[in-house]
């Protein structure tokens, strides 16, 4: 998403050898470039099964057909201004959506495609003319479908997404609205089965800039949520019961809500999500996707694990968890002017972290702090108005210099 962004050249190398041990994930990574370069309409190198270099360079953006323009008249004059994965949805000869569908044949993981396409979608503005009822143009609404999994080991789940991250990206960043449908769930524990998922939001309008933030004053915890997946209405009450005691024993104070409690209808399929909520407005997530065969021990180690991990971030005092921290990196580079968050004490960059500020450095200088209790960068606009003045920013007609 960076290199599209700022539309130049980002050679990746070592690429993270955990892929070679975890086919599924490596497949999910290659199926969220794929899309990425189709819809930059990028040149690529490396960019195959098991490659551990790839060189990503878009071409300047291609935009889609104009909200309140008639349909264009051929399919051969339009195929050069479209991007190739998107279709336009028409109501009276006005599109009114652009929606595009990524499928894996695996249940790869459905959040850490969304994750790589975010940044994309949302500064991603096809251009708008203003309708006849409207003042000023709008950015035409987006809609992404993902078959894949929506639990999936060793990825952020549905639900992370739902309550933490597209909260908080809302909530505390300003981005655009996102709404998440799940039609059907995907899951590796058990028996391999694909889900549907569809994510609805509108990008920024061009020419818009996202101002900086700063995480800081976590504030006092005042709600737990704490979302089920499990075997059978026996199995969910079993771990609530757990679930509630522990959390009453460390936190009597704060209130307890379920805002999912669905059963699995398979012994191998347990989950829990516990969401702390505090009175400034952040969120912190932690979870356990079991996948193994549940017994009679079970409920206790899964609530056990996920209220320890909890307890440890909560106790740092910071405003993320790590899962959180390595998704604000590129929004910090992406916001204008300098963004700060506080991780907490004796929290560190984890390796996606690292991996993410490890490409936004390049070329870019971005201004960090590791292991002390905030990360801070200069923002992508401010620091490329230094390296180049020919680039455009966010794929929009601005420039660096006039940015910064």
């Given at each position: 998403?960076?290199s599209?962004?700022?539309?130049?050249s980002?050679?990746?190398s070592?690429?993270r050898f955990?892929?070679e041990?975890?086919?599924?994930r490596?497949?999910t990574v290659?199926?969220?470039v794929?899309?990425?370069?189709?819809a930059?309409?990028?040149?690529?190198?490396?960019m195959?099964k098991g490659?551990?270099e790839l060189?990503f360079?878009?071409?300047?953006r291609?935009?889609g057909?104009?909200?309140?323009?008639?349909?264009?008249?051929?399919?051969?004059q339009?195929k050069?201004?479209?991007p190739s994965?998107?279709?336009?949805?028409?109501?009276?000869?006005r599109?009114?959506?652009?929606?595009?569908h990524?499928?894996?044949?695996?249940?790869g993981?459905v959040?850490?495609i969304?994750?790589?396409?975010?940044?994309?979608l949302?500064f991603h503005a096809?251009?708008?003319?203003?309708?006849?009822d409207?003042?000023?143009?709008?950015?035409i609404?987006l809609?992404?479908?993902?078959?894949?999994?929506?639990?999936?080991?060793?990825s952020?789940?549905?639900?992370?997404?739902?309550?933490?991250?597209?909260p908080?990206?809302?909530?505390?960043?300003?981005?655009?609205?996102?709404?998440?449908?799940?039609?059907k769930?995907?899951?590796?524990?058990?028996?391999a089965d694909?889900?549907?998922?569809?994510?609805?939001?509108?990008?920024?309008?061009?020419?818009?800039t996202?101002p900086?933030?700063n995480?800081?004053d976590r504030?006092?915890v005042i709600?737990?949520?704490?979302?089920?997946?499990?075997t059978?209405?026996?199995s969910?009450d079993?771990?609530?019961?757990?679930?509630?005691?522990?959390?009453?024993?460390?936190?009597?104070?704060?209130?307890?809500?379920?805002?999912?409690?669905?059963d699995?209808?398979?012994?191998s399929?347990?989950y829990?999500?516990?969401?702390?909520?505090?009175s400034?407005?952040?969120?912190l997530g932690r979870?356990?996707?079991?996948?193994?065969?549940?017994?009679?021990?079970?409920?206790e180690?899964v609530a056990?694990?996920v209220?320890e991990q909890?307890?440890?971030?909560l106790?740092r005092g910071?405003?993320?968890?790590?899962?959180?921290?390595d998704?604000?990196?590129?929004?910090q580079?992406?916001?204008?002017?300098?963004?700060?968050?506080d991780?907490?004490?004796?929290m560190?960059a984890?390796?996606h972290t690292?991996?993410a500020?490890?490409?936004?450095?390049?070329?870019?200088?971005?201004?960090?702090?590791?292991g002390d209790?905030?990360?801070q960068?200069e923002?992508?606009?401010?620091?490329?108005a230094?390296v180049?003045?020919?680039k455009?920013?966010?794929?929009?007609?601005?420039?660096y210099?006039?940015?910064?």
């Open positions: 998403p960076v599209r962004l700022v539309v130049s980002l050679p990746i070592q690429v955990e892929f041990t975890n086919p599924q490596r497949l290659l199926a969220a794929e899309w990425l370069a189709k930059t309409r990028a040149e690529t190198q490396g195959s490659s551990t060189n360079a878009p071409l300047q291609a935009l057909t104009a909200q309140g323009q008639s349909k264009p008249p051929d399919r051969a339009s050069d201004i479209q994965v998107w279709q336009d949805i028409y109501e009276d000869d599109v009114i959506r652009k929606e595009s990524i499928k894996l044949n695996s249940p993981s959040c850490l969304l994750q790589a396409i975010l940044p994309y949302l096809h251009k708008t003319v203003p309708r006849q409207q003042s000023t143009a709008s950015s609404p809609r992404i479908t993902i078959e894949g999994g929506t639990n999936v080991s060793q952020p789940s549905i639900e992370y997404i739902g309550q933490v991250l597209i908080m990206l809302v909530e505390k960043i300003g981005i655009p609205s996102i709404t998440t449908k799940v039609i769930r995907g899951w590796s524990p058990g028996r694909i889900g549907i998922v569809q994510f609805n939001l509108t990008p920024f309008v061009a020419g818009s996202l900086a933030f995480f800081q504030g006092e709600r737990m949520h704490v979302s089920i997946l499990a059978d209405v026996s969910r079993k771990l609530r019961a757990k679930v509630v005691e522990k959390l009453l024993a460390h936190y009597p104070e704060v209130e307890i809500v379920f805002p999912i409690e669905e699995t209808n398979n012994g399929r347990l829990l999500l516990i969401v702390a909520e505090t400034n407005g952040y969120r979870d356990c996707l079991w996948d193994r065969k549940a017994n009679n021990s079970t409920m180690t056990n694990n209220i909890m307890d440890e971030d106790e910071g405003c993320v968890e790590e899962y959180m921290q998704q604000l990196v590129v929004f580079a992406l916001a204008e002017g300098r963004s700060v968050v991780s907490g004490k004796d560190h984890t390796l690292q991996t500020s490890g490409g936004l450095e390049q070329g870019l200088q971005p201004v960090r702090s590791f209790r905030a990360t960068y923002s992508l606009a401010t620091v490329a230094k180049t003045e020919d455009r920013y966010l794929g929009d007609t601005i420039e210099e006039n940015i910064a």
